[in-house]
């Protein structure tokens, strides 16, 4: 059996697309054109590309991008009050904050400064709690986890009902994947770094989710006949074969993966992409609600 490949990077492309024809309709009948405000705190390069993807995201679907940079040791004071002037800013519809924070700043008091109208993130404390609390809706979801949910429905994934495995529980993706697989009526196993019998738990999971950041981890025979398998990792490995010397891998041994699972996403090309897309949809979403 050889597993259907998810692909990302066309999903993402029609979400793109989406919201470029959304922002169209939205400036055509009088309302504000989407802005996105980023903040980003220090020179870590993998931060400085991601916020310049996300502003040429911006670019290509009409959306207005606003950057702020501040010196790795801004005082949490200026970090907040940047996040504080955003929120009054009527052409900003979102507000991102690129994490990792520099080390001494306190991330979630800055998470929390931000409005949760503006949170396209989806990582406030309050649109947090509500995702996890039963009837309550979070303003916004996370990104990532968001793309993963899409993409296993895209995939034709029977997600009520179904046994999930998660592998991480970051802030970021595997908590709240989890939240968003409850919401969907799966029933969750959220597993880490202190879980006994990994391969195992993993073994149960008719939907896995690997979100660990350990490269090509996960081995074909983790995974059950027939499982959908959604891979966030992101790990570069050396390769002396390629011209930049490394190539980029998942968390799932992917060759070993795709004789096992019934569908799987590839690293590039699988949830990557999706995240881009999850912000500009949010953050066309909130200048929609804004103009209502
Ligand atoms: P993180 O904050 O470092 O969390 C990693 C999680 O994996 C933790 O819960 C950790 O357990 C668990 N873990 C680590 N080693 C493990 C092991 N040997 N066995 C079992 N569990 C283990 O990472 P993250 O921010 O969630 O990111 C995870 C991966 O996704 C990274 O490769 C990252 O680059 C990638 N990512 C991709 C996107 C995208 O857009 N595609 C977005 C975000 C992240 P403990 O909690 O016990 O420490």
Redesign the pocket.
């Known amino acids: 059996m050889t597993a259907k490949i998810i692909d990302g990077k066309a999903i993402a492309a029609e979400i793109r697309e989406d919201v470029a024809a959304g922002v169209e309709e939205l400036v055509k009948a009088g309302g504000p054109r989407p802005g996105l405000a980023t903040v980003l705190v220090g020179e870590n390069p993998a931060s400085q590309t991601y916020v310049r993807m996300k502003h040429k995201a911006c670019l290509e679907v009409g959306i207005e991008s606003f950057g702020t940079e501040l010196p790795a040791d801004a005082s949490q004071e200026q970090v907040e009050k940047v996040v504080s002037e955003l929120n009054k800013d009527p052409k900003v519809h979102g507000i991102l904050v690129q994490l990792p924070l520099p080390a001494g700043l306190d991330e979630e008091s800055v998470l929390r400064a931000i409005s949760i109208e503006k949170d396209v993130d989806g990582f406030h404390p309050i649109n947090i709690g509500r995702l996890a609390q039963k009837g309550r809706e979070p303003i916004f979801v996370p ?2 986890p968001a ?1 993963c949910i899409v993409l296993l429905k895209k995939a034709g994934a029977p997600l009520e009902g179904s046994r999930a495995v998660i ?8 908590m709240p994947a989890a939240l968003l697989l409850v919401k969907e009526n799966a029933t969750i196993t959220i ?5 006994q019998d ?1 391969p195992g738990v993993c073994r149960e999971g008719d939907i896995l989710i690997a ?4 490269p090509e ?1 996960i081995r074909g025979d983790w995974i059950k006949p027939g499982a959908y398998v959604i891979d ?4 570069r490995v050396d390769d002396p074969t390629k011209k930049r010397g490394y190539r980029l891998v998942g ?1 799932v041994a992917f060759d070993e993966a795709v004789e096992v699972a019934e569908a799987i996403t590839p690293v590039p090309g ?3 992409p ?2 881009i897309a999850g912000l500009l949809k949010n953050t066309l979403r909130s200048a929609q609600r804004a103009d209502q």
């Open positions: 990104c990532t793309g592998v991480g529980r970051s802030n970021i993706v595997g597993c880490h770094s202190r879980t990994l979100a660990i950041g350990q981890m966030v990792g992101v790990n968390d699988g949830v990557g999706m995240t």
